[in-house]
């Protein structure tokens, strides 16, 4: 059974940085990319970064890029999004997830979702 479980949320003042950890598990993701997207309340899912799990080429979304960096760990079977220079638009509930896919930012596109970690940016 696979399972991603996210970690890391929090609330944080403007400017400031947030570390969110995706543990993943129940298979084999070597040939999956792995993303990251946010939903903030009455708006749609929105992606934010992704990241081939072989090799780690990366794609952002123009909103996040140059603040926000997403890697891998492969001892830890773990996804990583570091957060820099948070803004208040950055609030969101953000989820990881898995798919075939890769340099997607179609959340249809993911087959597997974490059940989401709140991000909260105060101004």
């Known amino acids: 059974q696979v399972q991603l479980v996210e970690s890391g949320g929090g609330l944080v003042q403007a400017g400031g940085s947030l570390r969110l950890s995706c543990a993943a598990s129940?298979?084999?993701?070597?040939?999956?990319?792995m993303g990251w997207f946010r939903q903030a309340p009455g708006k749609e899912r929105e992606f934010v970064a992704t990241?081939?799990?072989?090799?780690?080429?990366?794609y952002y979304a123009d909103s996040v890029k140059g603040r926000f960096t997403i890697s891998r760990d492969y001892a830890k079977n773990t996804v990583v999004l570091q957060m820099n220079s948070l803004k208040p638009e950055d609030t969101a509930v953000y989820y990881c997830?898995?798919?075939?896919?890769?340099?997607?930012?179609?959340?249809?596109?993911?087959?597997?979702w974490g059940q989401g970690t709140q991000v909260t940016v105060s101004s």
């Open positions: 129940g298979r084999t993701f070597s040939s999956y990319a």
């Open positions: 997830a898995a798919g075939v896919v890769l340099y997607s930012g179609s959340y249809s596109d993911y087959d597997y």
């Open positions: 990241i081939r799990w072989t090799g780690g080429s990366t």
